[in-house]
């Protein structure tokens, strides 16, 4: 006789499922790739375009990472962006969020370069436009 999916799931685990255990796993990296990238959809078309090639860039560059702690940081780093997201017709007013000051402690100087950069890059590009006189 073929046990059914009802024991079959139960099964597998007596505890219940905690939505933060749920969370807290990580996706292989094609599928966090493609949530990503469809978490983005809802995002204003400037914040999404930036968004969509920064992932694409991101991944590009790790794709050959062989060293398991660095590929575990990336995957868990980017599914926690990825909780952060908003989600539903609420999320066109999405502002971001504030750095953590504690994060700017563990930056290298080189990391800080570049956060630098970026706010300086997206200064112009959310700059208003003047209106020529």
Do not use: C
Not at 22 to 36: D, G, M, N, V
């Amino acid at each position: 006789m073929r046990p059914s999916l009802i024991m079959l799931a139960k099964s597998v685990s007596k505890k219940p499922l905690n939505l933060k255990e749920a969370s807290a796993t990580l996706f292989p990296p094609i599928p966090l790739y493609r949530r990503l990238l469809r978490a983005h959809r809802a995002l204003p078309s400037d914040m999404r375009m930036l968004g969509d090639n920064y992932i694409k860039s991101e991944f590009r560059l790790h794709k050959d990472v062989t060293n398991n702690v660095h590929i575990i940081g990336f995957l868990s780093q980017w599914k926690m962006y990825l909780d952060q997201l908003p989600v539903g017709p609420d999320s066109k007013s999405f502002a971001g969020k504030k750095l953590d000051p504690t994060v700017f402690e563990k930056m290298s100087g080189e990391q800080l370069g570049q956060l630098y950069e970026v706010m300086h890059a997206t200064k112009d590009v959310w700059k208003p436009i003047e209106e020529d006189s």
